[in-house]
């Protein structure tokens, strides 16, 4: 069992930068590969940026290359999440899950993922 913890979310305006957090519960963090995703409201979630267990291998949605930065520390069993020059259709709760998997593997389906935090809202204000 695996508990996550998203924060850093809150309201920015068009442009701005977050620095989202996913905290884990375990010291086995390391066994997991860890994906952000995201849901706005009437829409389906989708994956927003992954990261392998060792940190190797990471993986984004195109809305979220060149923009948005995936990093995790193993020794404070943290992911970060980046996220720069938002927009207002990046409105959402993000949400970080995790995924027990081989060694630099992301997967991108959530439906792969085992553990999920709670969710931290991002608002992008005009």
């Known amino acids: 069992q695996v508990q996550l913890v998203e924060s850093g979310g809150g309201l920015v305006q068009a442009g701005g930068s977050l620095r989202l957090s996913c905290a884990a519960s375990r010291r086995s963090f390391s066994n997991y590969a860890i994906g952000w995703f995201r849901q706005a409201p009437g829409k389906e979630r989708e994956f927003v940026a992954g990261?392998?267990?060792?940190?190797?291998?990471?993986q984004y949605a195109d809305f979220a290359k060149g923009r948005f930065t995936i990093s995790r520390d193993n020794d404070k069993n943290t992911v970060y999440l980046q996220l720069n020059t938002l927009q207002l259709e990046d409105t959402a709760v993000y949400s970080c899950?995790?995924?027990?998997?081989?060694?630099?593997?992301?997967?991108?389906?959530?439906?792969?993922?085992?553990?999920w935090g709670q969710g931290t809202q991002v608002t992008v204000s005009s």
């Open positions: 990261i392998s267990r060792e940190g190797k291998t990471t």
């Open positions: 899950a995790a995924d027990r998997v081989p060694l630099f593997v992301v997967q991108t389906t959530s439906n792969r993922y085992e553990f």
